[in-house]
């Protein structure tokens, strides 16, 4: 048994060079041009005193929502802090910025998810590589859906 519970079946397999071609693989994407507008667009937005402002503001209309959430439409300022936490959310992302770091944040995780699925598949079209995309089916699901995911 390996230190990660893997039994391995042949004697040539080497653990540390798999794990030194993932590496060098998080290399690549970390020099990639989705990852660099990422980083790029992360670091204007965060960067930006109007864009922490409002998201500040965003958080706690959250936080207040979801105090006021545990007890659903019943609590009196329910309506109130939930059309807060939109209006808020609305005014995030209304900003170019929020929009394109969302866009970027997109793209690196759609990258992300494709070499997933390329080494999964490599290994086995049965394994189960899973998403940020809730309407992604091409991964599966993990649940228990009697063989109808992806």
């Not at 030194?20 to 667009?41: C, F, M, P, V």
């Not at 936490?85 to 992302?93: F, G, P």
């Not at 999964?120 to 590589?129: E, G, L, P, T």
């Amino acid at each position: 048994m390996t230190e990660w519970g893997v039994k391995a079946l042949d004697q040539h397999f080497d653990f540390q060079a798999v794990l030194d071609k993932a590496s060098d693989l998080g290399e690549l994407i970390t020099r990639s041009q989705r990852s660099n507008e990422y980083l790029s667009a992360r670091k204007r937005v965060y960067g930006q005193q109007n864009v922490q402002e409002k998201l500040q503001q965003f958080e706690l209309h959250k936080q207040q929502w979801e105090e006021t959430e545990r007890y659903g439409h019943f609590h009196p300022q329910y309506r109130e802090a939930l059309d807060r936490v939109q209006q808020s959310q609305q005014a995030l992302d209304a900003l170019k910025d929020v929009q394109a770091y969302v866009s970027a944040e997109s793209a690196l995780d759609e990258l992300l998810h494709a070499v997933s699925r390329t080494i999964a598949y490599s290994v086995s079209d049965q394994i189960k590589v899973p998403s940020n995309k809730l309407s992604d089916n091409a991964g599966g699901c993990g649940g228990n859906c009697n063989g109808g995911c992806g």
